[in-house]
């Protein structure tokens, strides 16, 4: 006897784990290239107990630390013993030799040799240095217990559209401990970061600035692994099977018509299944979401001194008319207007 053919919706539930990390690497690759990531090894801490430090919310240093950039992302790894770190209002978390912590929507935090301790940031400190970076400070009581953290920070986009940070939590903490297949490839950088902190080789700056980016990465690519069936999202959806190839499709082609029943077909499921699912997990109905991802793209290309009916015409607009009237409704000012003020602000 043979069984009924099964539901679209079930094919795709069986697809491979490959396939869905193939999905999910070109689209978080393509988010990457678009949002512009600008990376900085900035501190190099040798601390002895008892210390603390205090950052404040990332936007109040990001035209010190990264010029230009739209949002900064401050993050630490810890070269050498343990220490405490934490979000402002949340618990301390206990950081091994390895571990690396992540701030990614910019609020104060705090870096400590034990819980509960608070300090006043010291805003002098972010100063952009006429020297080479990092800047390598010894600091603490001259106790025993001895840290070594390296700070970096990351530059990116945030507007038009950036759905990558909006997915992110306020802390990722990643363990330097466990198997060494999952931890293997952020313990290579982390040794090269350390080495070259140190070193005054010729271009360390550059390979410093491009170790902070894939570490960056890499912390996004172990953060989704760990997100639950449950999970809701942008960077869950580019694990779930449907939603994850529509946002392929889309990334992967935003010049095409798409309509959500040329989605649908092309992904396998109905109109219906395709319009929910994405709009429950990614937060917004597909054809919104082009909308925004092609407005990112443009602005972009404007950057990149595109002529504003070239820019309409890649991204899928018959005229240059209608994408000038979408820009201005989803950027809040005609193109060619965002271009010079942005160029004017740089």
């Not at 512009?36 to 008892?50: I, K, M, N, Q």
């Not at 109040?60 to 050498?80: K, S």
């Not at 692994?225 to 994850?244: F, K």
């Not at 607009?317 to 979408?326: D, G, L, N, P, T």
Request: glycine residues 8%; charged residues 20%.
């Amino acid at each position: 006897m043979h069984e009924p053919p099964a539901h679209p919706s079930e094919r795709h539930d069986r697809a491979s784990d490959a396939h869905g990390d193939a999905v999910s690497a070109d689209v978080l690759s393509d988010v990457l290239r678009s949002v512009r990531l600008t990376g900085a090894v900035y501190f190099d801490f040798e601390l002895s107990a008892p210390w603390v430090a205090e950052a404040p919310p990332s936007h109040e240093i990001a035209a010190m630390v990264i010029p230009g950039a739209q949002r900064v992302i401050e993050y630490h790894l810890i070269a050498r013993g343990a220490c405490w770190g934490h979000a402002v209002d949340e618990p301390p978390i206990r950081l091994e030799e390895g571990d690396l912590i992540v701030f990614p929507q910019g609020d104060p935090h705090v870096m400590s040799s034990a819980p509960g301790m608070r300090a006043t940031p010291d805003m002098s400190m972010y100063a952009r240095p006429t020297t080479s970076l990092p800047l390598v400070f010894e600091r603490g009581g001259g106790g025993p217990e001895r840290t070594r953290v390296i700070c970096c920070f990351l530059g990116c986009d945030e507007r038009p559209f950036n759905p990558l940070l909006a997915a992110l939590p306020r802390t990722l903490h990643l363990s330097g401990a466990g198997n060494q297949a999952a931890t293997g490839w952020l313990a290579t950088l982390l040794n090269i970061a350390v080495r070259e902190s140190g070193s005054a080789r010729a271009g360390r700056d550059n390979v410093l600035a491009r170790m902070s980016e894939l570490m960056f990465v890499e912390a996004i690519r172990r953060y989704i692994e760990t997100l639950s069936p449950a999970h809701t999202g942008w960077l869950a959806g580019l694990r779930d099977p449907v939603v994850g190839q529509t946002l392929a499709m889309l990334h992967g082609t935003p010049a095409t018509p798409w309509t959500v029943e040329s989605l649908a077909r092309a992904v396998g499921v109905s109109r219906s299944v395709l319009a929910d699912r994405f709009s429950e997990i990614v937060g917004q109905p597909p054809m919104h979401y082009l909308a925004l991802w092609r407005m990112q793209l443009a602005s972009r290309l404007l950057l990149e001194g595109g002529a504003v009916a070239e820019v309409a015409t890649a991204i899928g607009y018959e005229s240059e008319a209608a994408f000038s009237r979408a820009f201005k409704k989803l950027v809040g000012d005609a193109p060619a207007t965002w271009r010079r003020a942005k160029r004017a602000r740089v």
